[in-house]
């Protein structure tokens, strides 16, 4: 079982803003900077925030990152169809010594 | 543009040995920036880290599996190895070989390879 725990779905309307959350503890989040990866169906997951905030090129500015104290949010700022997708947060754990994903939560356009 | 390519047997019988095989192209792999790693995903479930290592060898092993997992880099076929022993049906997934940079996380990824457990 992860440490790092995000729910299980997300959905919106084109242009809405959506929140996923991922929440860690002090061995994790609280210590170390959270990345986040996008997968589309079928595919391999892609490098989307790492650093906590920091977009890799190519990643459009509608997406953004932050965190604070042992959780980490990743906010989608008008929602897009190609957006739906699973995202998965993740992290190392000091205490487990080991990099941890999170759950995954799966994003709907409705 | 970097690429990273897994290949290895999609079929395993139970109790017997996972070995696969990333080959890193359009980049070097003997660089103390790096590090390589291998991530696996059970069919529709998440994501779970297997192993990471660096050129030099050094490895770090997911606790759930350091007693069956082993790590390997070989710098002059820019290639590094999995080895998942004793494998049961509950190994069966898609295994991602994948770069790491620093505390930044897995920045470049294979395709993936799927590899199922069954007699």
């Known amino acids: 079982q992860s440490v790092l725990t995000q729910p299980p779905s997300a959905s919106g309307t084109p242009g809405q803003r959506v929140t996923i959350s991922c929440s860690g503890s002090?061995?994790?989040?609280?210590?170390?900077?959270v990345n986040w990866y996008q997968q589309l169906p079928g595919t391999a997951p892609k490098f989307f925030i790492y650093?906590?905030?920091q977009r890799p090129s190519g990643v459009p500015d509608r997406f953004s990152g932050s965190k604070s104290g042992t959780s980490a949010s990743l906010a989608i700022s008008g929602l897009q169809s190609e957006d739906e997708a699973d995202y998965y947060c993740?992290?190392?754990?000091?205490?487990?010594?080991?990099?941890?994903f999170g759950t995954g939560t799966k994003v709907t356009v409705l | 543009q970097l690429q990273l390519q897994e290949s290895g047997p999609g079929l395993v019988k139970p109790s017997e040995t996972l070995s696969l095989t990333c080959t890193v192209s359009?980049?070097?792999?003997?660089?103390?920036?790096?590090?390589w790693g291998w991530i696996r995903q059970p069919p529709g479930k998440g994501l779970e880290w297997i192993g990471s290592?660096?050129?030099?060898?050094?490895?770090y092993y997911n606790p759930s599996l350091k007693s069956r997992v082993t790590i390997s880099v070989d710098t002059s076929k820019k290639k590094f190895s999995l080895k998942l022993s004793s494998v049961t049906a509950a190994d069966t997934a898609v295994h991602y070989c994948?770069?790491?940079?620093?505390?930044?996380?897995?920045?470049?990824w294979g395709q993936g390879t799927l590899v199922t457990v069954s007699s």
């Open positions: 994948a770069r790491g940079t620093g505390g930044s996380g897995f920045d470049y």
């Open positions: 359009g980049g070097s792999i003997s660089s103390n920036s790096y590090y």
């Open positions: 290592t660096y050129y030099s060898g050094s490895t």
């Open positions: 002090n061995s994790n989040i609280g210590s170390n900077t």
């Open positions: 650093s906590n905030d």
């Open positions: 993740a992290a190392w754990d000091n205490s487990l010594n080991a990099y941890v």
